[in-house]
Every structure is written in structure tokens, then in C-alpha cells.
Nanobody, 125 residues
Framework: QVQLVESGGGLVQSGGSLRLSCAAA?????????VAWFRQAPGKEREGVSC????????SYSDSVKGRFTISRDSANDTVYLQMNTLKPEETAVYYC?????????????????WGRGTRVSVSS
């Protein structure tokens, strides 16, 4: 099972931007996994944000982030990115990347078997 490592979180002001990265731990590879980003705010359920297929042909976004977030993958670096623009305070959460065979129409955390430990994003008002 691939092990994932997130990075790029931090503190940003409302309206600011961050780019999150998801890489495979040494000895593993993301090349054959669809990769999704989820987020979980304190006291809330884990929410699917975006997903990219193995080929990068399919990219999906939750309605709340469409037009502001962009998911991409760099096969050469074996890394998946989530560019987040115009961030809002309510998007403060721990962001996780997860791997699965495909990006389903609805991002269900139960369908993803490989997870990172998360990276914290804090958006100040």
C-alpha cells in the first residue's frame, strides 16, 4: 500500500493562496493511483475537495472550490499538487491526500485505502 506525504500547509490571510503537495514516501509511487484531496475541519466530517485520475485526464472538484482550486500531477516528480487560491477562513482544516484506483463521481473517504497524515491549513480573516 502506497504511503503518502503531504506538505505545503501553513497560515495565510483570507484571499491568499497556498500550494499543497502530495508525494509518495521513499520506495513507493503514485504513478498508478488516482489521488484525491480531502479536508477535515475541527468537529466536522472529512470532505472531498478534488481528485485527479491516473492519466490526469479526469479532474474533479467540489462545488465549493470550483474555479479557485486546481489539481495537477507531475509524473516526473511523482507528485500531485493542489493550488488553492482565494482562500476563505472557513477552509481552515487539515488537508489530506489519498490514493485509490479511480476518481469516483462522489469522493467517499471509505473508497480510498492509502492516506497521508495531513497538512494543516489555517486561513485568518
Amino acid at each position: 500500500q502506497v504511503q503518502l506525504v503531504e506538505s505545503g500547509g501553513g497560515l495565510v490571510q483570507s484571499g491568499g493562496s497556498l500550494r499543497l503537495s502530495c508525494a509518495a514516501a521513499p520506495g513507493y509511487s503514485l504513478l498508478y493511483y488516482a489521488v484525491a484531496w480531502f479536508r477535515q475541519a475541527p468537529g466536522k466530517e472529512r470532505e472531498g475537495v478534488s481528485c485527479i485520475s491516473v492519466s490526469a485526464y479526469i479532474k474533479s472538484y467540489s462545488d465549493s472550490v470550483k474555479g479557485r482550486f486546481t489539481i495537477s500531477r507531475d509524473s516526473a516528480n511523482d507528485t500531485v499538487y493542489l493550488q488553492m487560491n482565494t482562500l476563505k477562513p472557513e477552509e481552515t482544516a487539515v488537508y489530506y491526500c489519498a490514493g485509490a484506483a479511480v476518481c469516483a463521481e462522489v469522493l467517499d473517504p471509505a473508497a480510498f485505502s492509502a492516506w497521508g497524515r495531513g497538512t494543516r491549513v489555517s486561513v485568518s480573516s
